[in-house]
């Protein structure tokens, strides 16, 4: 920028991204496709802030006096629930959108730490079944790869609704990425431009849910914990219906939520922010009485010790991560700068997870990219990582006086703006004022 | 006998090939004969709810009635048959085996098929075959609206009419390969006396494959 | 998201057991709906000139009688009133509408449920079994019924949330499903068409819609056609007129619909388990209504 001339004003309304996306429209005459979350600035977890302890509370000792961390999930119906020892889990991502390499990594740091991981929509692999010691299924609409065995080889069901990165919408995945293995997991021809549904083949509504939940339930025996994953699209509703329907988990996914390849429309348009969701949640879960009871998963924008703390603290019982993961792995690493300018962009803007160019050997089905992830030295990192959100969050929680993680609550938390305080349901720093709360 | 009991019994251990079972009075019951994995012999006498035969692998499951939402949805294989109608969404997403309705099916019909057949006697509802990627729909009667619509590799014989396809299905030449394999599939469903050469084939166009700016109006 | 039945009998000997051939397809419907439920049951005809309501009132000490005489001296009418636990049928002369304003305004807690000359509208929150019991339906009597059991989907569960709703002169419409543009048209039958709603519930929209085109001059059959066009979203629909019972499935068709006919009925369920105990069902003609159809019987249709 040093010739740049001072007199020249950018547009507010037409920006350079604006005016490139018009002149990309002009020319393929397709909307965009692209992986990578919400990218605009919105109201997040970071607008809020600890108040910690002092004269009125007391904290506990850091490193001494013990602070809980660990998780039940499901044990509402099922006689198998999920013991997690950390609160943060990996959502879902398919093999297929990731490379089988990043599926392992992913299913090794989990596992190290003692946390689930999740398919995605492309079935279950024997490689991540056999490096997870607990593994999420997910049920799709699209079922692809979907089979008796691997549902009983599965510790829970994850029945996806929505995303957080496209409520309402269905998935997605060019056919750069769909390979001889991809596309005999799918049944799909090699190289085709696979849809997948927005909703499901067989059940619409949560009426009718409640009988596709009874007749997994039947296949299973009763064992598993059944999950429910909705977009934050209508948090209160949504969750308060997956209650009903007979949900042991309910997983709350914020706009912020990741995607391998969605329309970037749905990805920065639709949907609620994390921050705003968690409490509708809470609340539908507490007028039930079900709070706690059904356990409440939140994913979309997680990174850091912080978010998953304030995240527990509005409510929620444990966080999923996924592009987070992704980068702990190697996503955007700026060892392959060289690499992804070739592609038109930079380390750290890397977004184009749907055309399976990624330098990093993640988001791709490429044989000679993909080798370039170590699944265990990535796997390390994704575990070296979930040991700091853990310590992390230990240490928001000891300095609030909690001895489990769960025990931290809105009362701990302030609000940095006005929209923050408004979301989260809890007062502007400073005041006793929650807007819209009288 | 509550459905968990008698889940319990078809889905239990000590099961020799071609035994037995008879389930009597479902009343409308959903998940009945769910996640078999043998291959034993069930029949069910009465109309039955959702998901019956669901996930189905080796077993064969007679309904003899009516059969609700999702019969035999995700089935690997085995068979799976109804003397009645079905509701929509019968075989969804079916990976293998083979369904068999001797009434209508509803909307749906194979929605998402994976590579199992189904034989449908009389007619199928609208938006039958959505999605289907891989197996077989054989209807003796007529299609409903939309068959067939964003196909795959799947395949469609009917002898009665399909007048409205759905996007990017057509109508293809019906060769010998095709007439053997209706000719077997019609055999199995035990009707050998009906004249393979009455059908067309449908498939797809293979148009919507790939995005493309020309193909917007079908989205 | 609910469970819908509804039964429509053909011939008038089994009018006697109406009440106790519908109750157990209501109740059979529970998981489908376990917050609330609510039957709208048409029977006994008020004389020429009569007009029968129902009204509720939540407290069951309620003094129905002050009501009846309050709305009778300032009305010019004689009102005949009996009890069904928390609600009360009202049979007097004059017009609906002078009947509706004046009982509403006699409390604010009391709500019209249902007014015409044969209908009669019960709801309440809790399990089928129970609403069931408290309103002795297996007891009732009559020519057709429809029913309800709810699962609240955004609306509040309440009394006056519970299907059946009511917006027209013996009219009754009850849904299984989820509108997506019925803020718009709630709008615009309020604004421009003068109708009064009582709840935020999309059903409520759908029954004005229909009543309203009736009251425009079309059939049962033709209103509900016109629906077709005009409703958005995943619905099915089973009204019930004065003498006409009709069953309409959005043109998708995703919720489910059983119908099944005798010589002696007609009979709708979401789903076939709610059918299994009416009387020779086993030979009955049991079918999936096809989307985007209009089923109807009797009436003007």
Request: proline share 4%; with cysteine.
């Given at each position: 920028?040093?010739?740049?001339?001072?007199?020249?004003?950018e547009?507010?309304?037409?920006?350079?991204?604006?005016?490139?996306?018009?002149?990309?429209?002009?020319q393929?005459?397709?909307y965009?496709?692209?992986?990578?979350?919400?990218?605009?600035?919105?109201?997040?977890?970071?607008?809020?802030?600890?108040?910690?302890?002092?004269?009125?509370?007391?904290?506990?000792?850091?490193?001494?006096?013990?602070?809980?961390?660990?998780?039940?999930?499901?044990?509402?119906?099922?006689?198998?629930?999920?013991?997690?020892?950390?609160?943060?889990?990996?959502?879902?991502?398919?093999?297929?959108?990731?490379?089988?390499?990043?599926?392992?990594?992913?299913?090794?740091?989990?596992?190290?730490?003692?946390?689930?991981?999740?398919?995605?929509?492309?079935?279950?692999?024997?490689?991540?079944?056999?490096?997870?010691?607990?593994?999420?299924?997910?049920?799709?609409?699209?079922?692809?790869?979907?089979?008796?065995?691997?549902?009983r080889?599965?510790?829970?069901?994850?029945?996806?609704?929505?995303?957080?990165?496209?409520p309402?919408?269905?998935?997605?995945?060019?056919?750069?990425?769909?390979?001889?293995?991809?596309?005999?997991?799918?049944?799909?021809?090699?190289?085709?431009?696979?849809?997948?549904?927005?909703?499901?083949?067989?059940?619409?509504?949560?009426d009718?849910?409640?009988?596709?939940?009874?007749?997994?339930?039947?296949?299973?025996?009763?064992?598993?914990?059944i999950?429910?994953?909705?977009?934050?699209?209508?948090?209160?509703?949504?969750?308060?219906?997956?209650?009903?329907?007979?949900?042991?988990?309910?997983?709350?996914?914020?706009m912020?939520?990741?995607?391998a390849?969605?329309?970037?429309?749905?990805?920065?348009?639709?949907?609620?922010?994390?921050?705003?969701?968690?409490?509708?949640?809470?609340?539908?879960?507490?007028?039930?009485?079900?709070?706690?009871?059904?356990?409440?998963?939140?994913?979309?924008?997680?990174?850091?010790?912080?978010?998953?703390?304030?995240?527990?603290?509005?409510?929620?019982?444990?966080?999923?991560?996924?592009?987070?993961?992704?980068?702990?792995?190697?996503?955007?690493?700026?060892?392959?700068?060289?690499?992804?300018?070739?592609?038109?962009?930079?380390?750290?803007?890397?977004?184009?997870?749907?055309?399976?160019?990624?330098?990093?050997g993640?988001?791709?089905?490429?044989?000679?990219?993909?080798?370039?992830?170590?699944?265990?030295?990535a796997?390390?990192?994704?575990?070296?990582?979930?040991?700091?959100?853990?310590?992390?969050?230990?240490?928001?929680?000891?300095?609030?006086g909690?001895?489990?993680?769960?025990?931290?609550e809105?009362?701990?938390?302030?609000?940095?703006?006005?929209?923050?305080?408004?979301?989260?349901?809890?007062?502007?720093?400073?005041?006793?004022?929650?807007?819209?709360?009288? | 006998?509550?459905?968990?009991?008698?889940?319990?019994?078809?889905?239990?251990?000590?099961?020799?090939?071609g035994?037995?079972?008879?389930?009597?009075?479902?009343?409308?019951?959903?998940?009945?004969?769910?996640?078999?994995?043998?291959?034993?012999?069930?029949?069910?006498?009465?109309?039955t709810?959702?998901?019956?035969?669901?996930?189905?692998?080796?077993?064969?499951?007679?309904?003899?009635?009516?059969?609700?939402?999702?019969?035999?949805?995700?089935?690997?294989?085995?068979?799976?048959?109804?003397?009645?109608?079905?509701?929509?969404?019968?075989?969804?997403?079916?990976?293998?085996?083979?369904?068999?309705?001797?009434?209508?099916?509803?909307?749906?019909?194979?929605?998402?098929?994976k590579?199992?057949?189904?034989?449908?006697?009389?007619?199928?509802?609208?938006?039958?075959?959505?999605?289907?990627?891989?197996?077989?729909l054989?209807?003796?009667?007529?299609?409903?609206?939309?068959l067939?619509?964003?196909?795959?590799?799947?395949?469609?014989?009917?002898r009665?009419?399909?007048?409205?396809?759905?996007?990017?299905?057509?109508?293809?030449?019906?060769?010998?390969?095709?007439?053997?394999?209706?000719?077997d599939?019609?055999?199995?469903?035990?009707c050998?006396?009906?004249?393979?050469?009455?059908?067309?084939?449908?498939?797809?166009?293979?148009?919507?494959?790939?995005?493309?700016?020309?193909?917007?109006?079908?989205? | 998201?609910?469970?819908?039945?509804?039964?429509?009998?053909?011939?008038?000997?089994?009018?006697?057991?109406?009440?106790?051939?519908?109750?157990?397809?209501?109740?059979?419907?529970?998981?489908?709906?376990?917050?609330?439920?609510?039957?709208?049951v048409?029977?006994a005809?008020?004389?020429?000139?009569?007009?029968?309501?129902?009204?509720?009132?939540?407290?069951p000490?309620?003094?129905?009688?002050?009501?009846?005489?309050?709305?009778?001296?300032?009305?010019?009418?004689?009102?005949?009133?009996?009890?069904?636990?928390?609600?009360?049928?009202?049979?007097?002369?004059?017009?609906?509408?002078?009947?509706?304003?004046?009982?509403?305004?006699?409390?604010?807690?009391l709500q019209?449920?249902?007014?015409?000359?044969?209908?009669?509208?019960?709801?309440?929150t809790?399990l089928?079994e129970?609403?069931?019991?408290?309103?002795?339906?297996?007891?009732?009597?009559?020519?057709?019924?429809?029913?309800?059991?709810?699962?609240?989907?955004?609306?509040?569960?309440?009394?006056?949330?519970?299907?059946?709703?009511?917006?027209?002169?013996?009219?009754?419409?009850?849904?299984?499903?989820?509108?997506?543009?019925?803020n718009?048209?709630?709008?615009?039958?309020?604004?421009?068409?003068?109708?009064?709603?009582?709840?935020?519930?999309?059903?409520?929209?759908?029954?004005?819609?229909?009543?309203?085109?009736?009251?425009?001059?079309?059939?049962?059959h033709?209103?509900?056609?016109?629906?077709?066009k005009?409703?958005?979203?995943?619905?099915?629909?089973?009204?019930?007129?004065r003498?006409?019972?009709?069953?309409?499935?959005?043109?998708?068709?995703?919720?489910?619909?059983?119908?099944?006919?005798?010589?002696?009925?007609?009979?709708?369920?979401?789903?076939?388990?709610?059918?299994?105990?009416l009387?020779?069902?086993?030979?009955?003609?049991?079918?999936?209504?096809?989307?985007?159809?209009?089923?109807?019987?009797?009436?003007?249709?």
């Amino acid at each position: 920028m040093s010739d740049m001339n001072w007199s020249l004003r950018e547009s507010h309304s037409f920006d350079r991204n604006t005016i490139a996306e018009i002149r990309r429209a002009a020319q393929t005459g397709l909307y965009r496709i692209r992986g990578f979350g919400a990218k605009r600035q919105i109201p997040t977890l970071d607008d809020l802030v600890f108040l910690g302890a002092s004269m009125s509370r007391y904290p506990l000792e850091g490193y001494r006096e013990k602070c809980d961390t660990s998780v039940t999930l499901g044990a509402r119906y099922a006689s198998k629930p999920i013991q997690l020892k950390i609160p943060i889990t990996i959502a879902g991502m398919s093999f297929g959108s990731l490379s089988a390499n990043a599926k392992e990594a992913l299913g090794r740091g989990a596992s190290e730490v003692g946390t689930s991981t999740t398919t995605g929509d492309g079935g279950m692999t024997p490689e991540e079944r056999g490096h997870s010691t607990q593994l999420v299924y997910q049920y799709l609409p699209s079922r692809y790869g979907m089979n008796p065995d691997d549902v009983r080889k599965a510790d829970a069901i994850e029945i996806v609704v929505g995303q957080g990165a496209k409520p309402g919408g269905g998935g997605m995945l060019l056919g750069q990425k769909i390979t001889e293995r991809v596309a005999e997991m799918r049944t799909l021809p090699e190289g085709i431009d696979q849809r997948s549904a927005c909703r499901h083949p067989d059940w619409t509504g949560p009426d009718d849910l409640a009988i596709k939940i009874l007749e997994l339930r039947e296949i299973t025996k009763w064992e598993k914990p059944i999950y429910i994953k909705c977009g934050a699209a209508r948090p209160y509703y949504d969750t308060a219906l997956a209650v009903k329907a007979g949900a042991d988990v309910v997983v709350m996914d914020g706009m912020q939520g990741g995607t391998a390849a969605t329309q970037d429309v749905f990805i920065e348009h639709v949907g609620l922010p994390t921050l705003a969701a968690i409490p509708l949640a809470v609340q539908a879960l507490k007028d039930l009485d079900m709070h706690r009871k059904v356990q409440l998963i939140v994913g979309g924008g997680i990174r850091s010790g912080a978010d998953v703390a304030k995240a527990l603290a509005l409510g929620a019982d444990a966080v999923s991560i996924g592009t987070a993961a992704l980068i702990a792995l190697g996503d955007n690493d700026p060892a392959f700068e060289e690499d992804y300018k070739k592609l038109g962009t930079r380390a750290g803007f890397w977004e184009d997870y749907q055309d399976g160019s990624d330098p990093a050997g993640i988001t791709t089905q490429n044989p000679e990219l993909a080798k370039r992830l170590d699944p265990v030295k990535a796997g390390r990192r994704l575990a070296n990582y979930l040991r700091v959100l853990t310590l992390e969050t230990q240490t928001l929680a000891r300095a609030n006086g909690k001895s489990h993680v769960h025990n931290m609550e809105p009362e701990d938390l302030a609000a940095l703006s006005v929209e923050a305080a408004a979301m989260a349901g809890v007062p502007l720093a400073g005041t006793s004022w929650i807007p819209g709360q009288s | 006998m509550p459905l968990r009991d008698a889940n319990a019994r078809l889905q239990g251990d000590a099961k020799s090939a071609g035994a037995f079972f008879k389930v009597i009075n479902p009343r409308g019951a959903h998940a009945l004969a769910c996640g078999l994995d043998s291959e034993i012999e069930v029949e069910v006498e009465g109309h039955t709810g959702y998901y019956c035969a669901g996930m189905n692998k080796l077993a064969r499951v007679v309904i003899k009635g009516n059969a609700g939402q999702g019969v035999a949805e995700n089935m690997m294989s085995g068979e799976v048959r109804v003397t009645g109608d079905v509701s929509q969404s019968a075989g969804a997403t079916a990976h293998g085996g083979l369904l068999v309705v001797e009434g209508n099916a509803a909307a749906r019909c194979g929605i998402s098929l994976k590579g199992g057949d189904i034989v449908v006697k009389g007619n199928v509802g609208h938006m039958s075959m959505f999605m289907a990627q891989a197996g077989t729909l054989v209807v003796l009667g007529d299609a409903g609206d939309a068959l067939g619509d964003s196909l795959y590799e799947a395949q469609i014989y009917v002898r009665g009419s399909a007048d409205n396809l759905g996007a990017d299905c057509v109508e293809k030449e019906l060769r010998e390969e095709h007439r053997e394999k209706l000719r077997d599939l019609l055999g199995k469903a035990g009707c050998s006396d009906v004249d393979v050469s009455e059908f067309k084939r449908f498939g797809s166009a293979r148009a919507l494959y790939n995005f493309k700016p020309d193909n917007v109006d079908a989205y | 998201m609910c469970g819908i039945v509804g039964l429509y009998l053909k011939t008038s000997s089994l009018k006697d057991r109406l009440g106790a051939m519908f109750t157990p397809m209501l109740i059979e419907m529970t998981d489908r709906g376990p917050d609330s439920a609510g039957v709208a049951v048409y029977h006994a005809p008020a004389s020429e000139g009569q007009v029968k309501i129902t009204a509720f009132h939540p407290d069951p000490g309620f003094d129905w009688a002050a009501l009846a005489e309050a709305v009778s001296s300032d009305l010019g009418v004689t009102i005949e009133h009996h009890a069904n636990d928390t609600h009360h049928v009202l049979i007097s002369g004059g017009e609906a509408e002078a009947l509706e304003d004046a009982i509403e305004d006699y409390d604010p807690l009391l709500q019209v449920m249902s007014a015409g000359t044969t209908i009669e509208i019960y709801k309440e929150t809790g399990l089928p079994e129970e609403v069931a019991e408290k309103f002795g339906l297996k007891d009732m009597k009559g020519s057709h019924a429809v029913g309800h059991t709810r699962m609240a989907t955004e609306s509040a569960v309440t009394t006056a949330g519970s299907h059946p709703f009511s917006t027209g002169l013996d009219l009754c419409l009850v849904h299984n499903g989820s509108l997506s543009n019925h803020n718009r048209l709630r709008e615009h039958l309020a604004t421009h068409r003068g109708i009064e709603f009582k709840t935020e519930n999309d059903t409520e929209v759908a029954a004005a819609y229909v009543s309203d085109k009736m009251n425009a001059g079309r059939s049962l059959h033709e209103a509900l056609e016109d629906s077709i066009k005009d409703l958005d979203g995943f619905y099915t629909f089973v009204v019930g007129t004065r003498d006409g019972f009709a069953v309409l499935r959005d043109p998708i068709a995703c919720k489910p619909a059983v119908l099944a006919e005798t010589d002696d009925y007609v009979a709708f369920a979401s789903e076939y388990r709610a059918l299994v105990d009416l009387p020779g069902i086993e030979t009955a003609k049991v079918w999936e209504p096809e989307p985007a159809v209009v089923y109807s019987w009797g009436g003007r249709a």
